[in-house]
Structure formats: structure tokens, C-alpha cells
């Protein structure tokens, strides 16, 4: 009885949905790893390098370690240094039972006052929307108040999910004072809602104070941001005002592996 052919990792290719390791030879690099100043395994991660750079797409599976040992003429403990070496470095990420695949690089925020537009833009990433519901309503209590209105006030409430090259990174959910912007939803908000705000409102967001925690996906999260139901996200807390005009509460979940903060810490005068 024929044996079912395993992938990378020991396990049933067929049952994963993995592609044969033979669909991948035809694609890499025409090279001879030899022996000299540069060891073979630097070599090879060169060459995954490339591949990573100029085939692949975050989130594709690299070829299998059989096929770079016949490829390549190293040992297995050859590729599995170089791929290790990538794996350190953040360039790929190991699947258990799954493979290796090429690791999104994360969206980095340095806590400027920013759009997502703007900072997808800024890494040369195109930013779009889908938006998950819209409305006017009466605002939960700590908004009404952060808003300073009163509590029958209608303000503006929109959920989007934010995606940056066609791959989902954050939903945000955002109220929106309808003082300033009293028919925000008229405009196209699928694009940037501070650019709106600044352009037709007159009400630039010019400051803001954000809060950051960690929180695990929930089911309905999960699977918008394509992620496994108690996966770790960061939750921010984004209270934005125009001057002195409270203009934006709104709390975004990201992707942790397609997101990350970066600030600068300086010492104080007091220490």
C-alpha cells in the first residue's frame, strides 16, 4: 500500500492542504552552495532571502527542507540552521504541522498622532475598509461625558475593519461627537476619518491620549482579523480632541504579529 507523502514536518501533506514539495523546485534560484569563507548555511539563507523578497508573499509557505537538501546538496542540519537563522531574525515564522512561512513585517506606530491611512502609507503599505456597521445613537456614559453632552445627545458611532494590502490588521470602534461632525456618515469614510474631519469639519485632531493593553480574541474578533480565538491583540484607547473640542473616542484591536509600538524614552531631569 503506497504511503502517504509527509510534509516538512513528518505529517500527511494531503490532510493540511499542503502542496507538494515537487511545485516548488521549478521556482528557486540556480545556485552551488561551496565550501569556503562564507559557511553553507549563510549561503542558503541568502538564497531563502531572495526567495522570501522576490517570489513570495507574507504568509506563503516555504519549500520544504527535502526539497532544499536535493536542491542544494547540504544536510538537513544545513537547512534547518539557515531557515532557523530567518526564523530568529523575524523574516519567517514555523506553523507546528503546518511548515514555514514567511512572516508579515508589522505595521510599526511610533506614537505620533497619526491615521492608520497615514501610517500605512508612511511603510509604503495601501490602506482600505470594510466597514462593519454604522449608526447614530445615544453614546455610552463615559463618552457622553468625555464628549461633554448630554446623555439623549445622538452622536456617531462607525466599526470598520482596517486592512493594509488586502490583509486584515485591526478593527476599529470609534463615536464620533456629533457637535463638530453632525453627518460624518455622508462622507466617505472608508478612507481616512481624520482627514475628513480636518478637511470638511474644520475640526483637525491635534492631540490625543492613548491607553494600551493586551486582550485575547474573542470568536467574532478571531475571525474578522483571521486569527485563532484567544490570540493575544493590543487594545488602544484613543481619546482625540481638536484643540479643546473632544472629538473622537475610539478603541482599536491589532494583530500583534502585524502591528507594534515604538516610543522613545529619554532620561529624566530628576534622576
Given at each position: ?56 508573499q507574507p504568509g506563503d509557505m516555504l519549500p520544504g527542507e527535502r526539497i ?204
Amino acid at each position: 500500500m503506497p504511503h502517504e507523502p509527509l510534509n516538512q514536518d513528518g505529517l500527511p501533506a494531503a490532510s493540511i492542504g499542503v502542496e507538494p514539495e515537487s511545485s516548488h523546485v521549478d521556482t528557486l534560484p540556480n545556485r552551488v552552495l561551496i565550501d569556503g569563507l562564507k559557511p553553507k548555511h549563510q549561503q542558503l539563507r541568502e538564497i531563502l532571502e531572495e526567495i522570501c523578497t522576490t517570489q513570495l508573499q507574507p504568509g506563503d509557505m516555504l519549500p520544504g527542507e527535502r526539497i532544499l537538501e536535493e536542491k542544494y546538496g547540504v544536510s538537513r542540519i544545513t537547512v534547518r540552521r539557515a531557515i532557523g537563522d530567518l526564523v530568529a531574525s523575524g523574516r519567517l515564522k514555523r506553523a507546528r504541522g503546518k511548515g514555514t512561512f514567511v512572516a508579515h513585517s508589522p505595521l510599526i506606530s511610533r506614537l505620533h498622532l497619526a491615521s492608520f491611512s497615514a501610517e500605512m502609507a508612511a511603510q509604503n503599505l495601501s490602506a482600505t475598509s470594510r466597514i462593519l456597521s454604522s449608526s447614530r445613537g445615544a453614546a455610552p456614559d463615559d463618552i457622553a461625558d468625555f464628549f461633554g453632552t448630554d446623555r439623549t445627545v445622538q452622536h456617531i458611532t462607525l466599526r470598520r475593519l482596517r486592512l493594509g494590502n488586502g490583509r486584515p490588521y485591526a478593527i476599529d470602534h470609534g463615536w464620533y461627537n456629533s457637535v463638530y461632525a453632525p453627518d460624518l456618515l455622508e462622507n466617505d469614510v472608508y478612507n481616512s476619518v481624520y482627514s475628513i474631519l480636518d478637511r470638511v469639519y474644520e475640526v483637525p485632531v491635534t492631540q490625543a491620549e492613548q491607553t494600551v493593553t493586551a486582550v485575547a480574541a474573542d470568536e467574532d474578533t478571531a475571525k474578522l482579523l483571521d486569527v485563532t480565538p484567544g490570540a493575544p491583540l493590543l487594545r488602544i484607547l484613543r481619546q482625540s480632541l481638536s484643540g479643546d473640542k473632544p472629538l473622537e473616542w475610539c478603541v482599536s484591536l491589532y494583530r500583534t504579529d502585524r502591528y507594534s509600538l515604538k516610543t522613545l524614552v529619554t532620561r529624566s531631569e530628576d534622576l
